[in-house]
């Protein structure tokens, strides 16, 4: 048997660019994995089975999906049983489906013994969702195209953050949806952006993150999504003014939401912050 844990992750910054021809959206995104885990277990089985305490049929499942993608890329008629034990909240814009895809495909490529390059892998990944690549290259990453373009940032020391999740969920879909609408429909907006400003802008959290001062973050971290997110549903903006006014460097929409992170400067100021969300899912997690 093998065991593996799939880590969430968090955005330090998410610009939405151009609209593509398959119609997904090209995207620009600093990405770190965190210390929320899921658990999965691989074991040899005469046919792919997958168990998970989700209740969404198999077929629709990431990790199903990425185990039938990875079988057919290698054309064998391979058999396991996966088990995924959830900890990271789902519909929370912290990854955790596409994190589990990826390692699926890392378990399933040593049970089988297939011996699959990481760039193979990473095609694969691609096939099976948007953020699956990153995944296969934590645990920093500067992120591009539609998620499958990821080259890897040295991101040094750990951080401390507090999640905190509303029941609110926001489907990314409908995010994406809506950023277009915002944007008068055009269909390339490289007008009311700058690329090359948005990656020296990434560039700065990377050089605040490794070398301080962590104050800079406050007006450096960006998400496209948040604006919207708040606007569908208010507490997200009041979860992020409880965690600055709480004591939190910096606070951000993750993904597209709804969970929001607060960047503190320590454990004891992230657990004390979180006391203030009794009522919500909330952790507190380190950066890896």
């Known amino acids: 048997m093998i065991t593996l844990k799939s880590p969430a992750k968090i955005n330090w910054s998410l610009y939405v660019l151009d609209r593509r021809d398959d119609g997904y959206h090209n995207i620009l995104s600093l990405m770190q994995c965190i210390g929320l885990y899921d658990t999965m277990t691989f074991e040899p089985a005469p046919a792919i ?120 969920a926001i489907p990314t879909a409908w995010a994406y949806e809506k950023i277009a609408d915002s944007r008068g429909g055009r269909s390339g907006i490289s007008d009311l952006t700058n690329t090359e400003e948005k990656l020296n802008n990434i560039k700065l959290i990377i050089n605040t993150l490794n070398e301080g001062p962590l104050s800079l973050l406050r007006s450096a971290l960006h998400n496209d999504f948040e604006q919207i997110a708040i606007e569908r549903h208010p507490v997200i903006g009041e979860i992020k003014c409880e965690m600055l006014a709480a004591g939190a460097v910096a606070a951000l929409l993750s993904g597209s939401g709804s969970a929001v992170f607060g960047l503190f400067e320590d454990r004891k100021r992230a657990e004390d912050a979180a006391k203030l969300f009794p009522s919500l899912w909330s952790r507190v997690v380190e950066t890896l």
């Open 49 to 168: 089975e997958f168990q998970s305490d989700m209740r969404i049929p198999k077929e629709m499942n990431l990790v199903f999906r990425a185990a039938i993608a990875l079988r057919e890329a290698v054309g064998k008629d391979l058999g396991a049983r996966i088990v995924l034990r959830k900890e990271v909240p789902t519909r929370a814009g912290l990854g955790g489906g596409s994190s589990d895809a990826a390692f699926t495909l890392i378990g399933l490529n040593r049970l089988w013994d297939l011996d699959v390059g990481l760039e193979e892998l990473k095609a694969i990944a691609a096939s099976v969702g948007s953020d699956v690549p990153f995944f296969l290259e934590c645990p920093a990453a500067l992120v591009q195209g539609r998620g499958e373009i990821v080259h890897s940032r040295q991101v040094s020391g750990s951080r401390t953050l507090l999640l905190v999740k509303p029941e609110a």
